[in-house]
């Protein structure tokens, strides 16, 4: 059974920088078909995708958060992982990383995020 | 403000049916059928439960089921369980490797 855990800092000041890593077990993180993905969800709130990379190195942004984004991935410890740059109040949020099922073949399309870790809260505060 | 718009709670009782609708627009849910349901138990990660508007994965009980009709998407629970409570969000393809969210719908069971 594939297994998420996300870690990382669960406090920040505003302005710093917040970096999350995804510890993926159980299953290959190397298959093309998936991309490797980070949701938020702030206290109280609705999920914001925010983005992901597939094992060929691309990657994909929202474009409301592009600018202050970065994913990468090590895929020789099996890890992705989530940077951005000069954090507000607004960031606040529980972080997920996920699986994001994303081809298709001639059995049908296959575009969603099946596997989730239990999410770790970053609080952003002076 | 969530891309998509769901109403905030749902409610019904046991047994009943309960429809979650999920409202797009013509660059996302009215454009792909790549809608999907997530549900989430306080303190857990979302579980997926519908993808492809109307298809279930492995394990998901046959009471839930999906739709889509123009910019809007629908998830119905039938024959509701107490273990069904928990929040529900919608999930679309908006283009250009570009995906979306829902608020979220709380549903309750009475």
């Known amino acids: 059974q594939l297994q998420l855990q996300e870690s990382g800092p669960g406090l920040l000041k505003p302005s710093q920088t917040l970096s999350l890593t995804c510890s993926v077990s159980g299953g290959s993180i190397t298959n093309t078909n998936y991309y490797w993905g980070w949701i938020r969800q702030p206290p109280g709130r609705g999920l914001e995708w925010i983005g992901g990379?597939?094992?060929?190195?691309?990657?994909y942004y929202n474009p409301s958060l592009k600018s202050e984004v970065t994913i990468s991935m090590d895929a020789s410890k099996r890890q992705f992982s989530l940077r951005m740059t000069s954090v507000t109040a607004a960031d606040t949020a529980v972080y997920y990383c996920?699986?994001?099922?994303?081809?298709?073949?001639?059995?049908?399309?296959?575009?969603?995020?099946?596997?989730w870790g239990q999410g770790t809260l970053v609080t952003v505060s002076s | 403000q969530s891309a998509l718009t769901q109403p905030p709670s749902a409610s019904a009782s046991l047994g009943q049916s309960v429809t979650i609708s999920c409202t797009g627009t013509v660059s996302n849910v009215g454009a792909y059928n790549y809608v999907s349901w997530y549900q989430q138990r306080p303190g857990k990660g979302p579980k997926l439960m519908i993808y492809d508007v109307n298809k279930r994965p492995s394990g998901v009980p046959d009471r839930f089921s999906g739709s889509k009709s123009g910019n809007t998407a629908s998830l119905t629970v039938s024959g509701l369980q107490a273990e069904d409570e928990g929040d529900y969000y919608c999930?679309?393809?908006?283009?250009?490797?570009?995906?979306?969210f829902g608020g979220g719908t709380k549903l309750t069971v009475l």
């Open positions: 990379i597939n094992y060929s190195g691309t990657t």
């Open positions: 999930n679309s393809y908006a283009g250009g490797n570009n995906w979306v």
């Open positions: 996920a699986r994001h099922s994303y081809y298709y073949d001639n059995s049908g399309d296959y575009y969603y995020f099946d596997y």
